[in-house]
């Protein structure tokens, strides 16, 4: 079936430095997703990104977060600076119709 | 706001035997969601399992049965038999509002021994 790919698989980084994760959607979905799942809790919705613009986000998606997919390349998440709060799995997740959505593996992020 | 809850795992369960995953859900932006059972096997990302969008339908997939009862608003997941490769962590979700996407439960490990 259609995959989603994330890149890294896992980062560590430093508390108040920047870390932007990177997500290859499915190459004609239009909907772009950012998932959040802290160890042992269940994922949350971050934010939802079409044509551009972001449509809408949730309370998790702090001002220190941002999201843009220039050009038709990779959707990425950018966390500046980083907390210690960050640490999590992030899913990116695409779709064609904001309906059926694709997962990628997920990018676990370790701030220090 | 919305909320899925399923049954807790792990779940052990030897194989042939059947597997059944409570699912109940809440959904206050909508009267009737598009309930999705997704599963991520080991080492491989989330993937759809199978979706109804109607209330009272049944959805299946790969021996995987889910009737949409909005009487009792669940969502249970079963299967008659399961082999080995069915061991892997299922979530329940519902999509109430495109734009947020899905909310999910919290996900169910099933392990299925030969």
């Known amino acids: 079936g259609p995959k989603v790919l994330q890149i890294p698989s896992h980062q560590i980084i430093d508390m108040g430095q920047m870390v932007t994760l990177n997500c290859d959607p499915v190459?004609?979905?239009?909907?772009f997703y950012w998932y959040k799942q802290i160890l042992g809790q269940q994922m949350e919705f971050l934010v939802n990104?079409?044509?551009?613009?972001?449509?809408?986000k949730s309370k998790l998606f702090k001002d220190q977060f941002s999201v843009e997919r220039p050009d038709g390349s990779y959707f990425t998440l950018k966390i500046q600076p980083t907390a210690l709060e960050d640490s999590a799995v992030y899913f990116c997740?695409?779709?064609?119709?904001?309906?059926?959505?694709?997962f990628g593996s997920g990018t676990r992020l370790t701030v220090l | 706001g919305d909320s899925v809850t399923q049954t807790e795992g792990p779940v052990t369960v030897s194989e042939s035997e059947s597997l059944i995953i409570n699912c109940t859900y809440s959904?206050?932006?909508?009267?009737?969601?598009?309930l999705f059972w997704y599963v991520r096997y080991p080492g491989e990302g989330l993937q759809l399992l199978l979706k109804?969008?109607?209330?009272?339908q049944k959805g299946s997939s790969r021996g995987f049965e889910a009737t949409y009862n909005k009487e009792t608003t669940s969502f249970h997941l079963q299967k008659a038999s399961v082999q080995e490769s069915d061991s892997a962590v299922y979530y329940c979700?519902?999509?109430?509002?495109?734009?947020?996407?899905?909310?999910f439960g919290l996900g169910t490990r099933v392990s299925v021994f030969p």
């Open positions: 959904a206050t932006s909508i009267a009737y969601p598009n």
């Open positions: 109804v969008i109607t209330a009272g």
């Open positions: 997740a695409s779709s064609l119709k904001a309906e059926t959505l694709y």
């Open positions: 979700a519902l999509g109430s509002n495109y734009a947020q996407g899905l909310t």
């Open positions: 990104f079409y044509n551009g613009k972001v449509m809408e």
């Open positions: 190459s004609n979905h239009l909907y």
